[in-house]
């Protein structure tokens, strides 16, 4: 039985980022090769991936759930989660970067940073989480170092620091040179592993050149690499090193290393660069008051993943401080239940093996809570803490579910709520006109792989409607002086309130702004606050159909009081009613979700689907033709992406491929 670590400064817990079809999977099936956690490289083609396991995720080529695994490498600890590529899953993304402490972002050698690997990118510095870059595919025809990272510079704002030149291009790619230590990498044909080298005579004078870039862009970066750039006119190794690493933690550059997953060339130095310049949980600011990661402190831990399996409820946890033990009562501050600690499991994506102690600084599974959803602090009974949630994305596509067989209605329900449970990112909610079971989710692909599971795990044969995109409503034009007052006398206390208000809408993106241009004390703060609160009661439902309102900004300008009958209920009332009466009486629209679509197509059939995408309502916003492959960039409704990719199969013979990104809401026709 292996036991944790004890030092946290020794563990390393990083995501793998990346658009999808990046090779983000190869990379972890690399690592867990390499590192000796697996005998036998897994191939996402071949369906043999240890992370990519659910039937689903081989039957469709693709990662859709974070399958969290762990190695050693290098006297360490690394505990990775291979994360979804596809905008669907970005939940999955957004509920492992909550628990991370670095990543490694993927990005493919031919087409550079990607629609999905910018929105990761973006996901990730919201939560401050440090990265290196790791360029794959090195070994494609077109493939290029220089062009990838110069979209990197471009579309995701960040200084690259490339610290490796690769030796030869596509299929003649073998190896790189560390510009680091000036010192060749060789991979040799079905080679495990590298032999060091000399730098090639033929790249010694580029190896150099890069060397000094390297440095200089550094010591810009850096005030102790700049002291002794400025003194020494170069930057020893060891200095280069701690600032690449400096930097590395603050985000303020991105250090690049280049390879070939598939061929197994670049991983063992990715490895090396993940326990240099990525941070431990020692390394990170503490989550409360605590010195960070210590085990001696209180238990502390956030739950970010529940998974039902044949032998259980497991509930993937990391440990922020202290140390858990098998058999440990835990406190649910979200619920305010204790649970006990049954058995804790290091996981192997569905394999596991058994711990007795997790420490802080540790990603492990717990069996025994019952109730703990992710998102929620597990902790020292004795010592409470609330931990901030992961952010659910709100749905915008449903569909209407049903059992085909009216005795599995509540098997249906109940499996239902084990999927919400799972994934927070599916709502599930009754339509209280038509009484249908409505599932709500983050797109098509989403909401199919859903339904799968109702199938394959459930056993549940369900039919499905026609999915339905989330519409809002917005004010184009507003009104001014609008004056409500709600009296109540009907015996005893009355109910008094008299606002008014200004209705515009927002300057940018703020769904909802509410503004107090009262003055002289004419409405009390207390029940300003009201009004407020009535405000936003009356957004859930617009007039034009019933959708959420977005993009109002409401204005009291005057009020006044009655000294007994006035109440903070009267004014939310109040300031209901009317911000109803003045929407009805704004000149408002109906707004639909759009998605920015990047199509990539042989060139032959550019007009094909350009033609299509036009019937579809889209905005073609960009258009490049490159060694016979076009990519088309344009904003389509999402209702109208419904059916796209068998008619884009249709139209390419197969050939062509889609992603899609939310790119917010716009008028509907």
Same mark, same amino acid.
């Given at each position: 039985?292996?036991?944790?670590?004890?030092?946290?400064?020794?563990?390393?817990?990083?995501?793998?980022?990346?658009?999808?079809?990046?090779?983000?999977?190869?990379?972890?099936?690399?690592?867990?090769?390499?590192?000796?956690?697996?005998?036998?490289?897994?191939?996402?083609?071949?369906?043999?991936?240890?992370?990519?396991?659910?039937?689903?995720?081989?039957?469709?080529?693709?990662?859709?759930?974070?399958?969290?695994?762990?190695?050693?490498?290098?006297?360490?600890?690394?505990?990775?989660?291979?994360?979804?590529?596809?905008?669907?899953?970005?939940?999955?993304?957004?509920?492992?970067?909550?628990?991370?402490?670095?990543?490694?972002?993927?990005?493919?050698?031919?087409?550079?940073?990607?629609?999905?690997?910018?929105?990761?990118?973006?996901?990730?510095?919201?939560?401050?989480?440090?990265?290196?870059?790791?360029?794959?595919?090195?070994?494609?025809?077109?493939?290029?170092?220089?062009?990838?990272?110069?979209?990197?510079?471009?579309?995701?704002?960040?200084?690259?620091?490339?610290?490796?030149?690769?030796?030869?291009?596509?299929?003649?790619?073998?190896?790189?040179?560390?510009?680091?230590?000036?010192?060749?990498?060789?991979?040799?044909?079905?080679?495990?592993?590298?032999?060091?080298?000399?730098?090639?005579?033929?790249?010694?004078?580029?190896?150099?050149?890069?060397?000094?870039?390297?440095?200089?862009?550094?010591?810009?970066?850096?005030?102790?690499?700049?002291?002794?750039?400025?003194?020494?006119?170069?930057?020893?190794?060891?200095?280069?090193?701690?600032?690449?690493?400096?930097?590395?933690?603050?985000?303020?550059?991105?250090?690049?290393?280049?390879?070939?997953?598939?061929?197994?060339?670049?991983?063992?130095?990715?490895?090396?660069?993940?326990? $240099?310049? #990525?941070? +431990? !949980?020692?390394?990170?600011?503490?989550?409360?008051?605590? &010195?960070? @990661? *210590? %085990?001696?402190?209180?238990?502390?831990?956030?739950?970010?993943?529940?998974?039902?399996?044949?032998?259980?409820?497991?509930?993937?946890?990391?440990?922020?401080?202290?140390?858990?033990?098998?058999?440990?009562?835990?406190?649910?501050?979200?619920?305010?239940?204790?649970?006990?600690?049954?058995?804790?499991?290091?996981?192997?994506?569905?394999?596991?093996?058994?711990?007795?102690?997790?420490?802080?600084?540790?990603?492990?599974?717990?069996?025994?809570?019952?109730?703990?959803?992710?998102? $929620?602090? #597990?902790? +020292? !009974?004795?010592?409470?803490?609330?931990?901030?949630?992961? &952010?659910? @994305? *709100? %749905?915008?596509?449903?569909?209407?579910?049903?059992?085909?067989?009216?005795?599995?209605?509540?098997?249906?329900?109940?499996?239902?709520?084990?999927?919400?449970?799972?994934?927070?990112?599916?709502?599930?909610?009754?339509?209280?006109?038509?009484?249908?079971?409505?599932?709500?989710?983050?797109?098509?692909?989403?909401?199919?792989?859903?339904?799968?599971?109702?199938?394959?795990?459930?056993?549940?044969?369900?039919?499905?409607?026609?999915?339905?995109?989330?519409?809002?409503?917005?004010?184009?034009?507003?009104?001014?002086?609008?004056?409500?007052?709600?009296?109540?006398?009907?015996?005893? @206390?009355?109910?008094?309130?008299?606002?008014?208000?200004?209705?515009?809408?927002?300057?940018?993106?703020?769904?909802?702004?509410?503004?107090?241009?009262?003055?002289?004390?004419?409405?009390?703060?207390?029940?300003?606050?009201?009004?407020?609160?009535?405000?936003?009661?009356?957004?859930?439902?617009?007039?034009?159909?019933?959708?959420?309102?977005?993009?109002?900004?409401?204005?009291?300008?005057?009020?006044?009081?009655?000294?007994?009958?006035?109440?903070?209920?009267?004014?939310?009332?109040?300031?209901?009613?009317?911000?109803?009466?003045?929407?009805?009486?704004?000149?408002?629209?109906?707004?639909?979700?759009?998605?920015?679509?990047?199509?990539?197509?042989?060139?032959?059939?550019?007009?094909?689907?350009?033609?299509?995408?036009?019937?579809?309502?889209?905005?073609?916003?960009?258009?490049?033709?490159?060694?016979?492959?076009?990519?088309?960039?344009?904003?389509?409704?999402?209702?109208?992406?419904?059916?796209?990719?068998?008619?884009?199969?249709?139209?390419?013979?197969?050939?062509?491929?889609?992603?899609?990104?939310?790119?917010?809401?716009?008028?509907?026709?």
């Amino acid at each position: 039985m292996r036991t944790p670590l004890t030092t946290t400064h020794a563990v390393r817990n990083l995501g793998i980022l990346a658009h999808v079809d990046a090779g983000k999977t190869t990379v972890t099936e690399r690592i867990l090769f390499l590192t000796g956690a697996t005998h036998k490289r897994g191939e996402v083609h071949d369906g043999t991936t240890v992370t990519d396991f659910d039937p689903q995720e081989r039957d469709r080529g693709i990662t859709i759930f974070a399958a969290a695994v762990s190695c050693d490498w290098a006297g360490h600890r690394i505990n990775l989660i291979d994360t979804p590529g596809h905008v669907d899953f970005s939940d999955e993304v957004e509920r492992s970067l909550r628990v991370l402490d670095g990543a490694v972002a993927v990005f493919d050698a031919v087409a550079g940073v990607e629609p999905q690997s910018e929105t990761v990118w973006r996901q990730a510095d919201r939560h401050g989480v440090p990265r290196i870059a790791f360029v794959n595919k090195l070994d494609r025809a077109g493939a290029e170092l220089d062009g990838a990272v110069e979209s990197i510079r471009t579309r995701l704002g960040t200084v690259p620091l490339p610290v490796q030149l690769p030796i030869g291009r596509e299929d003649g790619f073998t190896g790189v040179v560390d510009l680091v230590r000036m010192r060749a990498y060789v991979w040799a044909d079905g080679a495990d592993t590298y032999t060091v080298q000399p730098v090639p005579d033929g790249l010694r004078d580029e190896a150099r050149h890069r060397r000094r870039r390297l440095e200089e862009t550094v010591a810009e970066l850096h005030p102790a690499a700049l002291e002794e750039f400025c003194a020494d006119s170069a930057l020893s190794e060891e200095t280069l090193t701690g600032a690449l690493r400096d930097l590395t933690l603050t985000g303020e550059a991105v250090v690049v290393l280049c390879g070939s997953a598939y061929r197994n060339r670049g991983v063992e130095p990715l490895l090396d660069a993940v326990v $240099a310049y #990525l941070p +431990a !949980p020692s390394d990170m600011p503490p989550v409360r008051g605590e &010195t960070p @990661a *210590d %085990p001696a402190a209180p238990f502390t831990a956030l739950a970010f993943k529940v998974s039902a399996t044949a032998t259980g409820r497991m509930t993937y946890v990391r440990v922020y401080a202290g140390t858990l033990t098998k058999g440990d009562t835990v406190l649910d501050t979200t619920t305010g239940r204790t649970e006990r600690i049954s058995r804790i499991l290091r996981v192997q994506a569905d394999r596991a093996t058994e711990l007795d102690a997790a420490r802080a600084g540790d990603i492990v599974a717990v069996v025994g809570p019952k109730t703990a959803r992710a998102g $929620a602090t #597990l902790c +020292a !009974p004795d010592a409470p803490v609330v931990l901030e949630p992961p &952010t659910t @994305a *709100d %749905p915008v596509v449903s569909v209407a579910v049903e059992a085909r067989r009216s005795t599995d209605t509540g098997r249906l329900a109940t499996a239902l709520a084990r999927l919400s449970e799972e994934d927070p990112s599916l709502v599930v909610r009754s339509d209280p006109e038509t009484g249908q079971t409505v599932l709500s989710g983050l797109g098509e692909l989403h909401l199919e792989v859903a339904v799968e599971k109702l199938r394959r795990d459930r056993g549940l044969e369900v039919t499905v409607g026609r999915p339905q995109v989330a519409y809002r409503e917005t004010v184009t034009k507003g009104v001014t002086g609008l004056l409500y007052r709600h009296v109540k006398q009907d015996g005893g @206390a009355g109910q008094f309130a008299h606002v008014v208000i200004d209705v515009e809408p927002t300057d940018g993106d703020d769904d909802f702004a509410f503004v107090s241009a009262v003055t002289g004390g004419r409405v009390p703060q207390e029940y300003i606050r009201a009004v407020e609160a009535g405000c936003r009661d009356a957004l859930v439902e617009g007039p034009l159909g019933g959708h959420p309102v977005t993009g109002v900004r409401v204005t009291l300008t005057d009020g006044a009081t009655h000294p007994k009958d006035s109440s903070e209920l009267a004014f939310r009332t109040a300031g209901r009613f009317a911000l109803r009466e003045a929407l009805r009486a704004s000149a408002m629209t109906v707004l639909e979700p759009v998605a920015e679509v990047t199509v990539t197509v042989p060139a032959e059939s550019v007009g094909a689907v350009l033609g299509d995408l036009a019937a579809r309502r889209g905005r073609v916003t960009d258009s490049t033709t490159r060694s016979g492959t076009a990519v088309v960039s344009a904003t389509v409704p999402l209702a109208e992406l419904f059916g796209y990719a068998s008619r884009l199969r249709g139209r390419t013979q197969g050939r062509g491929t889609f992603t899609t990104r939310p790119a917010g809401y716009a008028p509907a026709p």
